[in-house]
C-alpha cells in the first residue's frame, strides 16, 4: 500500500512539474528572458582550460545547477520537464528517493553554475521536492569570465568574445573609456577581422612588419570612432532602443554592400553613414529608419549573424 500512495505522489508530482514547465516557457516568452537549460560542451568549448580539477563531495545548492551537459533541450531553466516520456522514469526516481535515496549525482561547475554531467532526472525531482541541496561529485574549471545561474547563453557568449578580443587587442589597456559593447554574439571576430585587414594593408603600404597594437590604434581612432560619432550625431542610437553604437557600427559594416546597392556605392564606412545622415537630415530620421528596417523587412534592427535578402520596393 506505501508503495502504491508514493507511487500515486510521484505521478501527481510529475504532473504538476509538467504544468509549471509550461508555465515557465510561457512567462520566458512573455518577457524575455531564457528558459533552457545551459548548454556545457557549449560554453566549455568557450574555456581555455579544457580539464577540470575534481573537487570531491559536496551539498550543492539546486538553485546554482542551471546547464547540462546531453539534456539541455529536456528540461527548463529549473529542470522542469519538457516530455509526458519522462513519466516512468520519474516515479521510479521519486520511489527510489523515499526508500533508499539516490546516490550522489555528477556535475561540472563553471563559476557559479554547476551543469549535469549525470543525474538530470534525479535534479529534476529534488526540484520539484523543493529540496535545497544535492549531493553530488563535483569537477570545477577555473572561472575565466562571471558565469552566474540567471545568465542567458548570449550573454555568456558575449563575455568569451569580449575576453578573447581585449585579450588579443588590449584595447581596455590603450583606450580605456572604449565602448566596444555588443547585444549579439559572434560580433566580436568581425572587429578581429577588421583589424587584421588594416594590418595587412598597413604592412604593405610601409613595407615592413607594424606592431600589432599600431594597428588596433589606428582601427580604433581612424575607423570606429568616426562612424560612431556619425551614429550619434545623426541620433540612430534612439531609434533603435536596447542596441548599442558598437551594434550599429559592425551593422553598416555587415550590410555595406546592399546599403550601397541602394544608397550609393561608398569607399568607407564613414562614407556610407555620413550620406546616410546627410540624406535624411535633421526631421527624417523616422524616414531613414523605416527605409533601413524595410530594406530587411521587419521592424528591428536585423539580426548581425547572417545578411538578410533585400527588398527592391520604394519608400
Known amino acids: 500500500m506505501d508503495n502504491i500512495l508514493v507511487r500515486q505522489t510521484a505521478i501527481r508530482n510529475f504532473e504538476q512539474a509538467r504544468r509549471r514547465a509550461w508555465q515557465e516557457q510561457l512567462s520566458a516568452r512573455l518577457t524575455g528572458r531564457d528558459s533552457h537549460l545551459l548548454p556545457f560542451e557549449q560554453i566549455r568549448a568557450k574555456l581555455k582550460q579544457k580539464n577540470p580539477m575534481y573537487r570531491g563531495l559536496q551539498a550543492v545548492p ?9 539534456r539541455y533541450k529536456e528540461f527548463t531553466r529549473h529542470f522542469l520537464p519538457l516530455h509526458d516520456s519522462f513519466r516512468q522514469r520519474w516515479i521510479d526516481i521519486e520511489a527510489l528517493a523515499v526508500s533508499r535515496g539516490w546516490p550522489p549525482v555528477e556535475l561540472y561547475q563553471i563559476g557559479d553554475v554547476y551543469f549535469v554531467k549525470d543525474g538530470n532526472h534525479r535534479v529534476a525531482v529534488a526540484q520539484q521536492l523543493a529540496m535545497d541541496t544535492v549531493e553530488a561529485h563535483v569537477w570545477a574549471f577555473p572561472e575565466e569570465v562571471r ?8 550573454e555568456l557568449l558575449i563575455r568569451f568574445g569580449e575576453r578573447r578580443f581585449l585579450e588579443l587587442t588590449g ?13 549579439t554574439p559572434g560580433r566580436y571576430t568581425e572587429l578581429l577581422a577588421q583589424i587584421s585587414d588594416l594590418h595587412e594593408k ?4 610601409d613595407g615592413k612588419t ?3 597594437e599600431e594597428a588596433v590604434a589606428a582601427w580604433y581612432d581612424l575607423l570606429y570612432l568616426p562612424v560612431v560619432q556619425i551614429i550619434h550625431d545623426a541620433g540612430l542610437l534612439e531609434q533603435f532602443p536596447g542596441r548599442t553604437e558598437a551594434d550599429l557600427f559592425v551593422w553598416l559594416s555587415l ?21 546616410l545622415a546627410s540624406e535624411y537630415g535633421e526631421g527624417g530620421l523616422d524616414k531613414i529608419t523605416r527605409q533601413v528596417r524595410r530594406l530587411f523587412g521587419q521592424e528591428a534592427l536585423p539580426p548581425l549573424d547572417t545578411p538578410a535578402e533585400l527588398e527592391d520596393e520604394e519608400e
Open 62 to 70: 539546486l538553485a546554482q545547477i542551471a546547464g547540462s551537459v546531453g
Open 147 to 154: 558565469i552566474g545561474p540567471e545568465d542567458k547563453l548570449d
Open 171 to 183: 584595447l581596455d589597456q590603450s583606450r580605456p573609456d572604449h565602448q566596444l559593447t555588443f547585444t
Open 202 to 205: 598597413l604592412n604593405h603600404i
Open 210 to 212: 607594424l606592431p600589432y
Open 255 to 275: 550590410f555595406r554592400a546592399q546599403l550601397g546597392d541602394r544608397y550609393g556605392d561608398y569607399d568607407n564606412l564613414e562614407e556610407l553613414a555620413r550620406a
